[in-house]
């Protein structure tokens, strides 16, 4: 299994430019998320989703948009790319997003530059 | 919103027990309690999380207070790879929200 995977690594956006960061899984887990951590701080909820079709927004989510039309993919869109939005992203899943969450694969992360 | 506290940093020296304090005092009575670390460059790896009782894993145990404000993970022999930093995460609904972080640093 490849785990989790996000691509690009790296990228750098212009002020105003959307981009999409992809996240893909080969565990057929059901949650998938999006967090942003930003320099020297803890991870932040961006939005989620507990199945193909249904998403959710987390504590950050103005300026980014998901969609989850499969069990594998759950990209993050950033519509009009901002500096506040310079962060490194990460996606993470896990088998299930009922009761107790369990444990949550994270990706390698994005690392986004918005100049 | 429930939030957690952790010190910024600890030190501990290899092979000895290491006690990583968190405090929750606005949890709600439904709310799991994750920790999950973070080694420089990485995603962050799932340790244990528990809901009232005590649990124990391979890696660490996690120590929930009676009335579940505070609690403690608890690495029984530390080793120069647990150096990272360890996340106190508290579980509302479907979301997970976390902390600062405390920075651990093992001396050999």
């Known amino acids: 299994n490849a785990g989790v995977t996000q691509t690009p690594k790296f990228q750098v956006l212009k002020t105003g430019q959307s981009m999409t960061l992809q996240c893909a899984q080969d565990m057929n887990h059901e949650y998938m998320s999006w967090y942003r951590q930003d320099p020297g701080m803890g991870l932040r909820l961006i939005h989620y989703?507990?199945?193909?079709?249904?998403?959710d927004q987390g504590e950050v989510p103005n300026g980014y948009n998901v969609s989850r039309s499969t069990t594998e993919d759950f990209p993050l869109r950033l519509l009009s790319a901002a500096p506040s939005q310079t962060s490194v992203y990460f996606c993470?899943?896990?088998?299930?997003?009922?009761?107790?969450?369990?444990?949550?694969?994270f990706g390698p992360g994005t690392r986004l530059l918005v100049l | 919103d429930a939030k957690t506290t952790q010190p910024n940093s600890m030190e501990s020296n290899e092979e000895e027990p290491v006690h990583l304090p968190c405090n929750h005092s606005?949890?709600?009575?439904?709310?799991?309690i994750h920790w999950y670390r973070q080694l420089p460059s990485q995603g962050p790896e799932y340790v244990i999380h528990g809901l009232t009782s005590n649990v124990n894993n391979r890696m660490a145990s996690l120590a929930i207070a009676e009335d579940r404000k505070s609690s403690t993970l608890i690495l029984h022999r530390a080793t120069l790879r647990d150096a990272a930093v360890y996340y106190c995460v508290f579980q509302g609904a479907q979301k997970l929200v976390f902390g600062q972080g405390t920075r651990l640093t093992i001396n050999p």
């Open positions: 606005t949890i709600s009575g439904t709310d799991y």
């Open positions: 993470a899943s896990s088998y299930s997003g009922q009761g107790a969450l369990e444990t949550q694969y």
């Open positions: 989703s507990v199945g193909a079709g249904i998403t």
